[in-house]
């Protein structure tokens, strides 16, 4: 009984990180698509491709527990998503703005992971907590900052 708790803890945990995982996947690539500026577009792709990395592990992860994966997004990310279109079909959007919104998908995953990784570490959650330090570890690297009046970034 305890083995089948830790287990559906695990995938729970698995499944919520998978869908916010795809919702952010899909924003940095909307971002990407919505901007000229190629420094910009080049710490999106990094940023979405840390993401389709953590993605990967965490499809491998419900593999070993032999767990399909759920839906691809929530209702929060769809939601999240046409505030986005929205936004973009309204504002134009400059390289501060972008950078904003990636630091608000970021912020969402961190708070997510810090959620996860509040209960014990036990050894039947341990790789998946390691999983999930390493992602948080990554979204802690340095933010892009766009100086005002000024069109250089800065890391």
Known sequence: MRT???QDIKTDSLHKMLELSFDAESSYEELKINTVNSELVQWLTEKQELTT???MKILTLLQHYEVP???NTTLKGKIGKMWLDMKLKVFKLDASLIVKECCKIDDLMLDMLSKQMEEPITPETNTL????RKKFKALLTPKLEIPK???VLVY
């Open 4 to 6: 089948q708790i830790n």
């Open 53 to 55: 990395d953590f993605i």
């Open 69 to 71: 994966p759920r839906s």
């Open 129 to 132: 907590y390691e999983c999930y």
């Open 149 to 151: 009046n000024k069109n």
